[in-house]
């Protein structure tokens, strides 16, 4: 499976932009990118996902390169319940819907 | 809303006992997973399910079991459970994104299970 890297942590201040990288260097011409985010004593919530075009919805943006090798999650206003772990993963095709998690983000966002 | 419930949200089992974890969801999903949760390592896949009867193992399946006799309950078993099973459990269930876009998870709050 494609693999992703992300920071361990980043750190924002209340209604501040964050940009939270994820880079996937090996991904394949069928992955889709998916993003989730994990609030404390939570199970995991899905955010975005998008294959080669930026994406918009109601949480969130997605920004894909051009080679695909990156992407970024944008949150235009960061609020304090935006702290949560985000999750950038790789999924598509056949699998069932099986999602490899790896460590994620660990977003704070400060008042 | 979709909805996936999991039977317990704290659960305290002895060495050696035979443990069930439910999971039922309201959507009608074909598929559902279970994940378990620990600090460091992430969430790693122990077993899905993409029909009724049918199942999967997944990253991690050793001393677990599934049952899912119906499309909206999959049950996770521990046969034996053992303290190095303590962990968080996470069951979810999903849809497909697009044809070949993946799918979306739901997931359910979690049951976080010690043995002792």
């Known amino acids: 499976d494609a693999k992703t890297t992300q920071p361990n942590s980043m750190e924002s201040n209340e209604e501040e932009p964050v940009h939270l990288p994820c880079n996937h260097s090996?991904?394949?011409?069928?992955?889709?990118i998916h993003w989730y985010l994990q609030l404390p004593s939570q199970g995991p919530e899905y955010v975005i996902h998008?294959?080669?075009s930026n994406v918009n919805n109601r949480m969130a943006s997605l920004a894909i390169a051009e080679d695909r090798k990156s992407s970024t999650l944008i949150l235009h206003r960061a609020t304090l319940r935006d702290a949560a772990v985000y999750y950038c993963i790789l999924s598509g095709g056949t699998s069932y819907g099986k999602l490899t998690f790896g460590q994620g983000t660990i977003l704070t966002v400060h008042p | 809303d979709v909805k996936v419930t999991q039977s317990s949200r704290y659960l305290v089992k002895r060495t050696g006992e035979k443990v069930f974890l439910e999971c039922v969801q309201d959507?009608?999903?074909?598929?559902m997973f279970w994940y378990r949760q620990d600090p460091g390592l992430g969430l790693r896949l122990i077993y899905f399910?993409?029909?009724?009867?049918?199942?999967e193992k997944g990253d991690i399946p050793e001393g677990y079991s599934v049952s899912r006799e119906k499309k909206e309950r999959f049950s996770l078993i521990l046969e034996s459970a053992s303290t190095n099973q303590t962990s968080m459990y996470l069951c979810a269930s999903s849809f497909p994104l697009s044809t070949d876009g993946g799918e979306k998870l739901f997931f359910g709050s979690g049951t976080q299970l010690s043995v002792l």
């Open positions: 959507m009608d999903h074909e598929n």
């Open positions: 998008g294959l080669t």
């Open positions: 399910s993409y029909d009724v009867k049918m199942k």
């Open positions: 090996t991904i394949s011409g069928t992955d889709y």
